[in-house]
Structure formats: structure tokens, C-alpha cells
């Protein structure tokens, strides 16, 4: 069982910067050729894909994050990050990571993913 809990949400002005971590527990890391991802969700708002890193190092990005938003993973440590810098309102969103396996390359609907941290909130204030 995959146990992902995120942190470092929190509220900040337009241009400021957030980190945001995903602890992921137990055999997240053992497998071979897993995804891990972070989504968010606004209010009335669908959920939608932010960036996702396969277990071979590759990354994606959705074009409204390019350049601002960077996913990286510290494999000793089994955690999952979000650098957010240049953040803007329509950031605002709770942020959830996600992990799935067997996969050859980093699926973009959150459906194909199987387990979900709990979320944590994203507040940027203009």
C-alpha cells in the first residue's frame, strides 16, 4: 500500500514562491518504472494535471506552469517536490501528489493514477 502525504501549502502574494512536498511511505520506491505527479483542484473546477516525473527521470509539465513550476524527487528521502515560483491567483488550488506503476511513460489523466495524498492548499492573493 502507497501512503503519499503532501506539505508546505500556504498562502502567498502574486510573485512569490511555495515548495510543496509529497512524503510517499512504503514501497512507493521500490518499484521499477513508476509515475509520480502533482494535480490540483480550484473550486468548481475539474482536476487537472500540473507535472509529472517518471521513474526514469523524464518530466512534463502543463503549459500553464512551464517554466514557473519545477517536479523533482530525492529517491533516498521518498519524497516528491513542487517548486512554484512567479506564483499568480489562478495558481490557487489544493494540491494533491499522485503515484502510480508499470508504467513506460507518465500518464496525464488522473484516473490512471492509484493512490492520492490527502492535499494541501495553495492560496495566492493578487
Known amino acids: 500500500q502507497v501512503q503519499l502525504v503532501e506539505s508546505g501549502g500556504g498562502s502567498v502574494q502574486a510573485g512569490g514562491s511555495l515548495r510543496l512536498s509529497c512524503a510517499a511511505r512504503r514501497y512507493t520506491y521500490t518499484y521499477s518504472r513508476y509515475c509520480m505527479a502533482w494535480f490540483r483542484q480550484a473550486p468548481g473546477k475539474e482536476r487537472e494535471g500540473v507535472a509529472r516525473?517518471?521513474?526514469?527521470?523524464?518530466?512534463s509539465y502543463a503549459d500553464s506552469v512551464q517554466g514557473r513550476f519545477t517536479i523533482s524527487q530525492d529517491n533516498a528521502k521518498n519524497t516528491l517536490f513542487l517548486q512554484m515560483n512567479s506564483l499568480k491567483p489562478e495558481d490557487t488550488a489544493m494540491y494533491y501528489c499522485a503515484h502510480t506503476r508499470n508504467r513506460n511513460t507518465c500518464p496525464a489523466q488522473s484516473t490512471d493514477f492509484a493512490y492520492w495524498g490527502q492535499g494541501t492548499q495553495v492560496t495566492v492573493s493578487s
Open positions: 516525473i517518471h521513474s526514469d527521470g523524464s518530466t
